[in-house]
């Protein structure tokens, strides 16, 4: 089976860093994916980790240790609009593209 | 543009009644494509695969009398809730894949809210 944790929610301040931590037990690896969901709307691609280390794309990141079996997402220079939830997906091994998806992490910035 | 679209958007029917939610790739064939649930302020559960001229595979749980899934065509899944009740209330959203699974090949349709009144 496959199990994805995450922290329920976050908070921070607009303008500064904010690290949205992910571990997870799978059978098998194939990768781990970081979507952003705004209320009411489908998932947005953030990242996808195969290989351990940190990947930086603009003010997102996004790191992955698979011996530890983790990872985080860091969101530097906050934005009101970074406001949302954030889901950690594993692929099912075996499943071809189909995810599973850990609880997501509502992130609140504030003024 | 969106990849992969779904219609409707949103629908409200009156509970004992079915409903249908269509999926389409677009630009790009998917003998794949998934659904899934999405209750408010929960994440996406996994509902079940749709395979293109072949009966879909369940996740457990998922009533497959409750909800039928037809991939009739390699750019159309449908997913129609029969008999709906207050608690099929949720947010249905579908996924398919182009290519071999990477960073940006696997994408979601807009959502579909349904509302059983």
């Known amino acids: 089976g496959q199990n994805i944790d995450q922290p329920t929610e976050m908070t921070a301040t607009e303008g500064a860093i904010v690290q949205i931590n992910c571990t997870y037990q799978?059978?098998?690896?194939?990768?781990l994916f970081w979507y952003q969901q705004h209320a009411g709307e489908a998932p947005t691609f953030l990242s996808y980790n195969v290989l351990d280390g940190l990947e930086e794309k603009g003010r997102f990141s996004s790191f992955l240790s698979r011996s530890k079996g983790y990872s985080y997402l860091l969101l530097k220079e906050l934005q009101m609009k970074d406001s949302a939830s954030y889901l950690c997906?594993?692929?099912?091994?075996?499943?071809?593209?189909?995810?599973?998806f850990g609880t997501g992490t509502q992130l609140k910035v504030e003024l | 543009g969106a990849v992969v679209s779904q219609h409707p958007s949103w629908v409200i029917c009156k509970s004992g009644t079915s409903v249908k939610i269509e999926c389409r790739s677009l630009?790009?064939?998917?003998?794949?494509m998934f659904w899934y649930r999405q209750f408010p302020k929960q994440s996406l559960m996994l509902m079940a695969t749709?395979?293109?001229?072949?009966?879909?595979?369940?996740e457990q749980g998922v009533e497959k009398d409750k909800f039928l899934i037809n991939h009739a065509s390699l750019t159309l899944s449908t997913l129609t809730v029969t008999s709906a009740h207050p608690e099929d209330s949720s947010f249905y959203i579908c996924?398919?894949?182009?290519?071999?699974?990477?960073?940006?090949?696997?994408?979601f349709g807009e959502g579909s809210w349904l509302t059983v009144v």
């Open positions: 997906a594993a692929p099912v091994t075996g499943g071809g593209n189909k995810l599973t």
């Open positions: 749709s395979n293109e001229g072949s009966k879909a595979t369940y």
């Open positions: 799978t059978s098998g690896f194939n990768g």
């Open positions: 630009d790009f064939q998917a003998t794949t």
């Open positions: 996924s398919a894949a182009q290519g071999v699974l990477s960073g940006n090949t696997i994408y």
